[in-house]
């Protein structure tokens, strides 16, 4: 287990304030931020290669936050993956074991349970210049895992990589922490990312730890605006609780009327997803009498469509303005355009207060 207590440390004009982090041990855990929230700052201060103004850092009970670097047995990625341009890639990977001044038949072991590990006996006589980055990636991993390390910090390590490799390493990564169950913590800013990968999540933000828990946990349930902007939920809507009874109440959005089944006393913001909103061009439900509208529905225009590629972003009139994640397929079936009436529903159950 890592433990982070307290920490604070500076860089220029930006600060790490107060931060506490526990990763269990054999945790895969996800530290997600925008760029410029500390990330890579907090990183390196567990590493030992940035200066703290004060905290505490333990991993497994061993305090190690005054120690060197080389003597936290810690292993590192980065997000570029700096390698010797002039060792092998043999060479690169059993550099720390040298160091070390570990045997040379230890070294020749180690060496080959970490090709066979990573995948990339093939490739030990090549020199840097020679790999993809893919390939490099895995160089840099294997050289951190030699060491037998009691924590891996990747760096965002997948962030200079081409959509099919990026892919493919995070499927690398999640079958190594299967086989491995080392404790890991990945630095990401990449959502998709972190919930492929992580068993759990941290947001931070502004320098400080803004929520941590279980993808789920972030995903659906945000304690902030700060982490529900930057998981990317959408529709946050400002009001007020104007009715509530029996574990049910009425948020007043703007000229929405909106049923919540989880209200917080004090919320003034509710939240939801876009791909939990359903459309449908079948708005008989609201004009005709006989056919109720559903709780949460509302009969509106669409302003305007965002193609995203496998889906498609569509906004309806407001205020405020509600936007829907509707898959490539049903969007061409419904054959959507701008200025059609559509019938808006939004799941009662998946509005969460803030």
């Known amino acids: 287990m890592i433990s982070v207590t307290g920490l604070s440390a500076g860089f220029r004009n930006f600060t790490l304030d107060d931060i506490d982090l526990t990763v269990e041990h054999g ?6 931020g925008p760029t410029g929230a500390g990330k890579t700052i907090l990183l390196e201060c567990i590493a030992g290669l940035h200066k703290i103004k004060s905290g505490r850092i333990t991993i497994n009970g061993r305090e190690i936050t005054g120690l060197e670097p080389e003597k936290r047995n810690i292993g590192m990625v980065h997000q570029d993956g700096v390698l ?17 001044h570990t045997p040379s038949e230890r070294i020749k072991q180690e060496l080959a349970e970490a090709g066979e590990l990573v995948k990339i006996n093939h490739l030990l006589e090549r020199k840097p210049g020679k790999l993809s ?5 895995k160089v840099t991993l294997a050289r951190a895992l030699v060491i037998k390390p009691d924590l891996l910090l990747l760096d965002e390590p997948l962030s200079a990589l081409d959509p099919g490799s990026r892919e ?3 499927a690398e990564l999640k079958r190594i922490h299967q086989q491995l169950g080392i404790t890991t913590i990945h630095v990401t800013h990449d ?25 789920e946990e972030i995903f659906h349930h945000p304690a902030s605006e700060f982490v529900a902007r930057f998981t990317m939920m959408r529709n946050i809507l400002a009001g007020e609780i104007v009715k ?6 009425i948020f007043q959005a703007g000229k929405l009327s909106l049923v919540i089944t989880k209200p917080k006393q004090g919320g003034k913001l509710v939240c939801i997803r876009p791909e939990d909103i359903t459309i449908t061009t079948d708005t008989a439900v609201s004009t005709d009498t006989a056919l109720p509208t559903p709780a949460n529905g509302f009969v509106v225009n669409i302003t305007r469509i965002e193609d995203r590629g496998t889906a498609f972003h569509v906004f309806v009139e407001g205020p405020p303005e509600i936007c829907s994640l509707v898959p490539r397929r ?6 959507l355009t701008e200025g059609m009436p559509v019938l808006i529903i939004m799941p009662a159950d998946a509005i969460h207060v803030i």
């Not at 341009?85 to 070390?100: A, D, M, S």
């Not at 980055?133 to 990636?137: D, H, I, N, V, W």
């Not at 509530?244 to 109440?249: F, H, I, L, P, V």
């Open 27 to 32: 945790d895969y855990f996800m530290l997600v």
């Open 84 to 100: 010797f341009p002039h060792l092998t890639v043999q060479e690169n990977i059993i550099f720390g074991l040298k160091v070390r």
């Open 133 to 137: 980055g893919g390939e490099k990636q």
């Open 168 to 170: 493919a390493l995070q």
């Open 191 to 215: 959502f998709d990312e972190a919930m492929m990968l992580g068993q759990n999540i941290a947001v931070i933000g502004d320098g400080r730890m803004q929520q941590t828990g279980t993808p």
């Open 244 to 249: 509530q009874d029996k574990g049910r109440a």
């Open 330 to 335: 049903k969007f061409t079936e419904m054959g």
